[in-house]
């Protein structure tokens, strides 16, 4: 009888094991790949690393203090915030109508939905080299095609110029790439909607764009704030389109390009750990902050 | 439902790059360099496309010494250098060092001396910039080929323009340009005006040709005072933008191709700040190119006569990480001898160059070349290599030459932008050289 109960406890044991054995793999590889390089990164600000000045010393805050001082770097997160702010609200736009069109039935609607993705799929370094060939000053398409309508008398410099003009430029390469999967995550939610609560809606006499407005885009407000945190990490954390267009100057840096330059040309390490960490915690309580607010916000409603 | 922190790629990129700093974790090796059973391989990790397979093949046969050639771009590679090299782990038996990364190497010790294999004494005759991978007496690494900052110019359109005989001083440059300019040209010269690497050399270049250089031998600023050269250099480039000789679009481009693309299009006839190679490589390659036959390499125009042409060699050396560092100098040998010096760059055809190969690092290789006729204008380039070419830096260049850089090509692209006056553009830069001196 003891015997039976210890094989039955010993089998119960092992199933309620099996999971965490399960889970193992992905807890060994996530903890080496992103647990301890967070923790090291985290430790590693606080000192002065740079294999100029061996060995790393204690540094407190100095490395935050230095960040704080230098004014690219300060001018870099005003641009980063920038970034974020045109690619959160442009690309839950515009994948909001992008989804609300997608979701009719039409003839080559899977064709059109592929070429939606396209930009989605392709690399952020050949999405950015392509527009760089339409910006360009001397032959770019941009140019020609407003030279072609008398919108313009010469062909103009767009990037490198005026700050706003350039960060706004480079945002619409970022966003022409993070608006698809806006799209698709919307577009799923939408057509999860049962197609009852529109029937009903129009029965009592609501129009299209009341129907969108009380019954969508409630029931959206999930999907939204999946997208819109996907738009500011992907935002936030902006590198390749900022080098590929405006190279390492200053007017439009981005902080992720700042803490390339600071740690792999600059080869202070310390400093560079330091601007990732805040890039990280910047990243983090954002994203929390948007979920907190469209998310939360949405489950009463749904 | 709790929010989940979802990482971009480049932050993932970053961290893990971070992890690799912190730990001192192994990098993959990517080549598998070793030696079993006799036989030896060894990682090559450059920026430059690997030599045909045969001649590869024949190194093999004669020493035993397989090479597994990476290509990797330029940037990419000195953030792998410096990744690699801080950790302590392999990633290659012999790599880039770049003229501009001799001192920080020389400082960190991330490269083997090259004295144990190689004699400076004995080569530098042949090898001219030598100079510029030696700091402190000690051999950094080994030129493998002679770039140097060159000016070209369109003969033909200025011969049109009525411009008689090759322009030796700047105010002669700067009357011919002009009469190329009423000769409907609109802007007719090439200068590097994004903020990029290639802007700063070309401002080591003009402060040459102004008859000065930018830093002294203890690293202290030489262009405060706005009667030096190197200000007056600064002053000059600026001002050439803003008065529109140069394409307003410079501004914003950054790589060597869309740069040299303005004078193979002819839509510019000069470029200031050009590569030695440039004409056979670019500007007389039919398929590439609308001015074949017409683009000459000319003596840099100076204050009162030819001025000087900056090397920005590039070197190989060995990591101190390496696995087989004496194949590897085996290799830098036969990868630097004269003979395949002058292979790289066309003597035995098209079929056995290394594309994008600007010169031979070895006068004795040009002589070569010159002889057989196979590289264009090879006798002007080798007086220009051995009678002008100098180091921008003659101690060679800083430890903190990358950020010194950085300052340099920052400012002077936001002063031709018109973000900063020429004169806030040179005390910030005199401001950041002092820093970076005082810091060490």
Request: aromatic residues 10%; hydrophobic residues 45%.
């Amino acid at each position: 009888m003891d015997g039976e109960v210890a094989a039955r406890l010993n089998v119960l044991a092992r199933r309620r094991m099996l999971p965490y054995i399960l889970i193992s793999p992905l807890v060994v590889f996530i903890g080496a790949l992103s647990f301890y390089p967070t923790i090291a990164t985290t430790v590693q600000a606080f000192f002065r690393v740079t294999p100029l000045d061996p060995p790393a010393r204690f540094a407190g805050l100095q490395n935050f203090r230095d960040l704080f001082a230098n004014p690219v770097i300060r001018a870099s997160w005003v641009n980063t915030a920038v970034y974020a702010a045109i690619g959160v609200v442009l690309s839950v736009v515009l994948g909001t109508v992008i989804a609300v069109a997608l979701k009719q039935r039409f003839r080559l609607r899977g064709i059109v939905l592929a070429l939606v993705v396209l930009p989605w799929a392709l690399p952020a370094v050949v999405e950015a080299v392509i527009w760089n060939w339409m910006y360009d000053p001397n032959f770019g398409v941009i140019n020609s095609a407003l030279h072609s309508l008398h919108l313009i008398g010469s062909y103009a410099v767009w990037l490198g110029v005026h700050r706003w003009l350039t960060i706004a430029l480079i945002e619409i390469v970022q966003v022409w790439q993070i608006t698809p999967l806006s799209a698709l995550i919307i577009l799923a939610a939408l057509q999860s909607i049962p197609p009852g609560l529109y029937e009903a809606a129009r029965v009592d006499g609501a129009g299209p764009w009341q129907a969108f407005r009380h019954i969508s885009l409630p029931l959206l407000r999930p999907a939204i704030a999946v997208a819109a945190v996907q738009a500011l990490v992907l935002s936030l954390n902006i590198f390749d389109q900022v080098y590929v267009l405006n190279g390492n100057a200053p007017l439009g840096s981005s902080v992720m390009l700042q803490t390339y330059i600071t740690t792999f040309q600059n080869l202070n390490f310390g400093q560079g750990y330091a601007l990732s960490l805040l890039v990280t915690l910047a990243t983090a309580l954002l994203s929390m902050a948007t979920l907190a607010l469209l998310y939360r916000r949405a489950e009463p409603a749904a | 439902m709790r929010p989940s922190r979802l990482p971009g790629r480049r932050a993932l990129t970053f961290t893990f790059a971070t992890a690799l700093l912190v730990s001192g974790a192994a990098c993959a090796s990517g080549g598998g360099s070793g030696s079993s059973g006799g036989a030896q391989s060894i990682t090559v990790a450059m920026h430059y496309p690997s030599p045909p397979k045969a001649i590869l093949n024949e190194f093999q046969k004669q020493t035993g010494i397989k090479v597994n050639w990476v290509e990797i771009g330029w940037d990419d590679l000195q953030t792998k250098i410096a990744a690699a090299a801080s950790s302590n782990s392999y990633f290659a038996d012999a790599t880039d060092v770049d003229w501009s990364k001799v001192g920080e190497y020389a400082k960190t010790g991330w490269f083997l001396p090259m004295g144990k294999w190689f004699s400076a004494s004995s080569l530098k005759q042949d090898m001219p910039q030598l100079g510029t991978f030696m700091t402190h007496g000690e051999l950094v690494g080994m030129p493998f080929d002679a770039s140097f900052i060159v000016t070209t110019v369109n003969s033909k359109d200025f011969q049109k323009a009525g411009v008689s005989g090759v322009p030796s001083t700047l105010s002669e440059f700067s009357a011919a340009l002009n009469k190329v300019r009423t000769h409907g040209m609109s802007s007719p010269l090439d200068i590097h005006f994004a903020a990029a690497e290639g802007l700063s050399t070309c401002w080591y270049q003009m402060t040459a040709a102004f008859g000065g250089q930018v830093l002294d031998s203890a690293g202290n600023p030489q262009f405060t005072s706005a009667s030096s050269p190197g200000a007056k250099a600064l002053t000059w480039m600026v001002n050439a933008y803003k008065s529109g000789l140069v394409p307003k679009g410079n501004i914003n481009i950054p790589d060597y191709t869309g740069f040299t693309t303005e004078m193979a299009k002819n839509r510019v006839a000069a470029v200031l700040c050009d590569y030695s190679g440039s004409v056979g490589s670019i500007y007389d390659v039919p398929k590439s190119s609308s001015v074949v036959g017409q683009v000459r390499y000319v003596p840099t125009p100076g204050v009162s006569g030819p001025g000087a042409n900056i090397a920005n060699p590039d070197g190989i050396g060995i990591p101190k990480a390496a696995r087989n560092p004496d194949a590897a100098a085996k290799f830098i040998k036969w990868f630097t001898s004269t003979d395949n010096q002058a292979t790289w760059a066309g003597l035995k055809g098209p079929g056995d160059v290394i594309e994008g190969f600007p010169l031979p690092a070895r006068l004795s290789s040009l002589d070569l070349l010159a002889k057989s006729g196979k590289l264009a204008q090879a006798s002007e380039l080798a007086t220009l290599l051995r009678e002008h070419a100098r180091a921008p830096f003659p101690e060679g260049a800083p430890p903190w030459y990358a950020q010194f850089s950085n300052a340099v090509y920052t400012n002077i692209h936001q002063a031709a932008a018109g973000q900063e006056t020429t004169q806030q553009a040179v005390k910030n830069i005199a401001s950041q050289a002092s820093q970076l001196k005082a810091s060490g």
